[in-house]
DNA sequence: TGGCTCTGCGCC
DNA sequence: AAAGGGCGCAGAGCCA
């Protein structure tokens, strides 16, 4: 590697950030200059000096990177790692300095991005780009080159309007591999005419691999078109969360991270000029492609094996999609009009209190003020639990907040807060929001840090996230099954706590679990010596104590999460920590944060190893792997790699504690939704009877057809399926997590009522 | 008007 | 000093 001479041009916020720069030049020669810098010539003639020669330039200046840009005000934070050369001189930009420290990654992009210059032998030889528009005078030779047995993979990406779901162009990428050097060529076909299509049609019905970035979105487009893209077997997204699932996902941000000359070109989008377009399109296509070689030869081992297991979840996760669910319009009226009346209701009522007239409790400008006149400023926040502790304060602030707050979680409109009805209509209760009548969604398996799935609203721009439904009556009862079908979901019980019992290996929360009874009443009996009997009855199946039952379940949440005393006291609300306080016969002059310290060290001496400090503890394991191998892998076998120090950090521990025993749970569900999707969903004796709706973190939603309940119990049996475990003292055992079926409700009669609405699953 | 941040709240 | 994990989305308010 040639000596070079860089430079850095930053600006004065990087001043003191300045040796975090120092060790990722591997010893290079770097000018630093902070000075605002106005035109790129300017900096030519700096850099171009006979005694500086600079070939690179490093920059954090937004002001430089707008003279690159295509847009006049361009976000370094997008352009971060783009590449630029101009007159012999070679660019990258950089997010500020400052992020090395403040942001977990920031260093280690600041190294990725600075090798760019110092380590460029690294990276890909990235192909020429060259591409042309599809036409029919040169589609033939296009087409031969694209069908040649050497083309070993094809990037496709589609481009569309919004305002009609159309498809504007698609572009496509094919790369060939002769002799160990691979090429490109890339096309674009504009959507415009049946010639088009019957070409796009001919494309992606060819058999080689195709890689799409985030396929689930043009593939749902290309599905009604009937496009359909024959072995889509890659995708960039899927490959990247499964390498650094901390990191960003989106394309531009993989581009600079792959590609060495890539430089952000989404803006080109916003051109009016249509050639310009099908170019922006054509780049899609070609840097999805450098990505994917990229991602091929730097990946690790682990990140494939993650790719594996989770890319085969787009094609389950795509039908869903497809289908969503049937919206019924009068249970959506009536639910929308009820709240609507009770919401005038309750708004009337708190303006009368306050005698002003339409005070708005979801401004945070309004909220504020209010807490400040009822003295409870200090409390920092106007949210739920501030307003718990407002509440808790004085019978006055009861009065008042009580019309806001409401019961929480309640299912009866009548005692629900503004705050709730406000929600519940503007994201659950939205006619508009539809398709057809039908509410779609979208289900990514390929977007969280811990390796769950991910819903938001639909690709064709409507709908609604599925998997954050209210639980009760009010918006379920506007989902409806569809003809003869009926709904079920089939839930898998007390997951995670049995997953973070096999995986601590704790004797006792293994025994707790395994017991066959009450988890809850155990946990009262463990950590506070009430007597189980006094609090469950085994024979009659039912909760003797449900205060204090209550009391149990949520120390046990707060623990499992790694909470301290004060968000305990939180989340459980004062009220609840005091009548602990006195149904344990505490010391009446205990805070509340000494009654939740003490009742977190309850927890911790009835499970020792999981929130231990001393040796041999959970936290501590997972303090030493991640320190050892930057990375944690579960049972399941999928990895997450880990940017940030669990020793130094309370936050990321509690993130890396959590991630094991979600991140399995998610990949045994998954496991479950690939079965149900290939055995029931699309097999062809019982496609015609079953319809997967959605998969929610531990339950599988789906119809059956009336007369086929057996596929209900098929679903049931292929979730529970067995786990082999190591624990971390390196014991392994298997497990089984039991699910439960839930069709219906029981009549008077005792006869199963079986499910139309969602809420009848409940 | 659209885009952005902030706050708050829905679920497991 | 204090620290609950994983998410998406709506409304308010500010700014260009």
Redesign the pocket.
Known sequence: MTEQSLLFLGTEADRSYLPYLKPHLKGHKCFIDLRPVSTVAEVEIYAKADHRRVTGVLSTSQQLLSRFANTPDP?LDAYSGSYFKRNGLEYVFLNPLEHAVTVPYGDFLLSRFTSKFVEREKWLRTPDFNWCILTPLNWEKEYATFSSPAVIAIAPDIETFRYNLAIRCIGFTAITSENGTFRTRSIVIPMDSNWALTVARKLADLPAPKIFQNGKYDNSYCLRYNIIFRNWLWDTKTFFNSWY?ELPKDLAFLQSFFVREAAYWKDLAESADLETYYLYNAKDTWATACSFLAWMMEAPDWAKKNFLMDFPGVYPRILMEMQGVKRNLPNLEKADKELDVMLEEKRAKLDRMLGVKGF?P???????ALFKILGCADLG???????AKAIFRHPLNARILGT??GI??TEIVEKM?I??M??????YL?EE?DFNGRWLYAI?PD????G?C????HHFWCG??I??????KTVKQTIEADGDFYFAECDLEQ?ETRHTAYITGDENLLAAINSGRDFHALNVQAFFGIPYASVYDDVLKKVLNKVIRNIGKRVN??AN???????LV??MGEEAIYEASRLLKLPSRWTAREIATYLLACFDKAYPTIRSKESGGYHEYIIATVKTTKTLTNALGWTRYCFSDPAK???AL??Y???LP?GQNAKALNQSVMKVFYDLAIHPEHSKNFRLVAD????IFFQYRAGHEYLADRVKERMEIEIQCKDIKGRTRSFTVPAALKLGKKNEQGELVRAKFWHETE
């Open positions: 976000s699932s708005n979801n401004s945070n400008k309004q909220m504020p926040s106007t949210d739920d639990k501030s307003m806001i707050r929480p979680k807060g705050r709730s406000v929600k519940m209509r503007g994201t939205k929001k990514d977007a969280t840090d811990t769950r991910k819903s938001h609203d609604a996230q998997q954050n439904v209210p639980v009760g997951a949440h707060g999460y790694n909470m301290g005393p004060d968000v939180d989340t950090n309370k936050q509690n993130a504690v959590a991630t979600q929610i973190h531990d339950s």
